[in-house]
């Protein structure tokens, strides 16, 4: 992790406020990194600008994944390697297998789906947290600024967050 | 509208008006069943039996197949027990009942829908409510209809209602079926049907007059009775949707049964109903009414649609599997005689059946995108509600009309006279109150819903 990653940290008071202040902040020519509420707020990811996420993207081929896998599986076992016959059926009982390929879909696609979430998130073990503010968790909005970002000076951007009702603006360093 | 931050209800009324012009549509097309049903009628009079199979594209062939083995013993009885006395008009019978069944179930449904959003307390659905609250008035209609070919014509749709076959030492006796006729006798069959539809209907009316009344009166009053009437009718439903399907669709192949009849018809009404729902939302929408439904709306109505496609086919395969895999001839029937049964007339339905309820709505609502646009739920609402027809059809036809039936003029004619009466009376019905339940607790809320 580069150990020179600065930011500025806006505290908000109200969530309404945080909202305006968002577009604000954004239409002054400032890059928001991220922003951090203790409650979801509606219509906060549309204001932020954030790309869509992807994950469900992620999903639907980890689920084609699964179902290939589970399908590849039990087709070699019960059909190529060591054919049984089972109630009768083929060889190839293409219902049978529904269910457990079903299961395998599923499965990898929750897997999957989390595995994506916490490596894009960067939230794999050990990680240390990156922590703006504690606040953020209680009663506090918090908006970050990464300072290799943007082109503005900080005292420039402390002064924009001010204006657009920031209570506090600190320094924060990674 | 939804961007107000200060609501004020009256804003909000809004009738919707079913115009000349719209009802001269509708009853053109009402005009237009009923002129291609009769014609389908006098074909199948006149005995020509090879247009009316023209769409399966068989000319059956009666009585040059040996039945087999099973086709006798299944109830499908229609084919075996009448060959000799084969009455036309039964085709028109077993096509009544299959669209009075069909249609009851996507009237009954809108109430269903309504209950479950006020047992659950769901505040989005408010600003979609009066509109399945207005399909179960279609109940008043397909109720009599149902209960009068039941009493009428009950012994060509159902086996069990042959002449003689409880009776014993008699030339038609059947031990099963008379095994059975503790539960599927006339009377009770009978009691049962005029319940079924006494509780739908009348818990209808309840519901349906507390929601005018709210918008009158306004308060949470009204609310809090809905929720009570609404969590009456599930209890009701949870009974009567399983007591509807074993009676009016599985006792039709009265030898076999399946412990998942009840979940599997039920889930085939509900995801009709839903679409049906979203249809007539976006409909509406097209026409200019009900603005305030926006894109998180109908993304919540293809979820629903999207999930109970699934939910069907889960029942359905369920079903399926069981019988396949535990392989008693007796169960396998039913499925064996509708895909090579029947000279294969019922195969295409089977597959289609298949791929229009599950692969399709699957495949094309499964993202977040198509949910949100109303071009591709109103092509998904379509297959769903053409396809559960098509799961319907193959319920109730094999059972009932076996080697006679087919596409025919008959089936496309009361189709037709069945939707557009349906058409007619929900949109009569919607002008009985404001298309936005303006006095709903939860209407603001719903009008800010945001996913």
């Known amino acids: 992790m580069n150990t020179t990653e600065r930011y500025l940290v806006g505290v908000f008071d109200d969530d309404e406020e945080l909202l305006h202040a968002v577009t604000d902040v954004k239409t002054r020519g400032v890059k928001i990194e991220e922003v951090y509420t203790p409650f979801p707020i509606h219509g906060l990811d549309v204001a932020i600008g954030h790309p869509r996420t992807r994950i469900p993207i992620a999903a639907f081929m980890f689920g084609c994944l699964g179902l290939v896998c589970i399908l590849s599986l039990i087709s070699y076992t019960m059909y190529f390697d060591w054919p049984m016959i089972i109630g009768g059926k083929d060889f190839f009982a293409l219902p049978d297998f529904i269910p457990v390929s079903f299961e395998g879909t599923v499965l990898f696609t929750a897997f999957g789906m989390v595995g994506t979430f916490l490596v894009t998130n960067g939230l794999w073990p050990g990680k240390e947290p990156k922590t703006f503010d504690l606040r953020s968790t209680d009663d506090k909005f918090i908006m970050t600024i990464n300072m290799e970002d943007n082109k503005k000076t900080e005292a420039e951007i402390e002064s924009i967050l001010r204006n657009s009702g920031a209570i506090e603006v600190n320094v924060k360093q990674f | ?451």
């Not at chain 2, 039945?67 to 000799?84: C, R, V």
């Not at chain 2, 109970?308 to 079903?319: G, K, N």
Request: proline share 2%.
């Open chain 2, 1 to 451: 509208m939804a961007g107000h931050s200060h609501f004020s209800p009256a804003n909000v009324e809004e009738y919707f008006e079913f115009t000349a012009e719209g009802r001269k549509k509708v009853l053109t097309a009402l005009v237009i069943g009923i002129v291609v049903l009769g014609v389908g009628i006098y074909m199948l009079m006149n005995g020509n039996h090879e247009e009316a199979h023209a769409v399966a594209g068989h000319a059956a062939e009666h009585g040059g197949h040996a039945a087999e083995h099973g086709k006798e013993m299944l109830s499908g009885g229609a084919a075996s027990h009448h060959e000799t006395a084969w009455d036309p008009l039964n085709r028109l019978w077993a096509n009544l009942w299959l669209n009075g069944v069909y249609f009851s179930g996507i009237a009954v449904i809108g109430m269903f829908f309504v209950s479950i959003q006020y047992l659950s307390k769901a505040g989005w659905s408010s600003v979609v409510k009066r509109i399945p609250e207005a399909f179960p008035k279609f109940l008043l209609f397909t109720a009599p209809l149902l209960i009068g070919l039941f009493i009428f014509k009950g012994d060509v749709i159902f086996h069990w209602m042959h002449e003689g076959v409880t009776v014993k030492g008699t030339e038609h006796y059947d031990k099963i079926i008379a095994g059975k006729s503790g539960y599927l006798n006339f009377t009770f069959f009978l009691v049962r049907m005029v319940l079924i539809f006494a509780a739908w209907i009348g818990l209808w009316f309840m519901m349906r007059k507390k929601s005018i009344e709210e918008d009158l009166i306004g308060g949470t009053e009204n609310f809090t009775s809905m929720v009570k009437l609404g969590t009456g009718f599930i209890v009701a439903m949870g009974i009567s949707s399983s007591l509807s399907a074993w009676d009016w669709v599985m006792s039709i192949d009265t030898h076999w049964f399946s412990t998942m009849f009840g979940w599997y018809m039920f889930s085939s009404w509900h995801v009709t109903g839903l679409a049906v729902i979203t249809l007539t939302v976006l409909l509406l929408q097209d026409k200019g009414y009900m603005q305030y439904v926006n894109a998180n709306h109908l993304h919540d109505l293809g979820k629903f649609m999207f999930a109970f496609s699934i939910f069907w086919t889960y029942v359905w395969f369920a079903q399926f599997l069981l019988i396949y895999y535990a392989n008693f001839s007796e169960e396998t029937i039913y499925f064996l005689e509708r895909w090579e049964g029947h000279n294969k007339i019922y195969k295409a339905t089977e597959i289609l059946n298949v791929f229009f309820n599950f692969f399709f709505p699957f495949l094309v609502m499964m993202s977040r995108d198509a949910k949100r646009t109303p071009i591709f739920l109103k092509i998904c609402c379509f297959f769903v509600i053409v396809g559960h027809y098509l799961d319907f059809y193959q319920m109730i036809m094999p059972g009932t009309v076996g080697d006679h039936g087919g596409y025919g003029l008959v089936e496309f004619g009361t189709i037709i006279v069945f939707a557009s009466a349906f058409i007619y009376v929900v949109s009569h019905e919607l002008t009985k109150a404001s298309l936005i339940a303006k006095n709903h607790p939860f209407l603001e809320e719903a009008l800010h819903h945001d996913i």
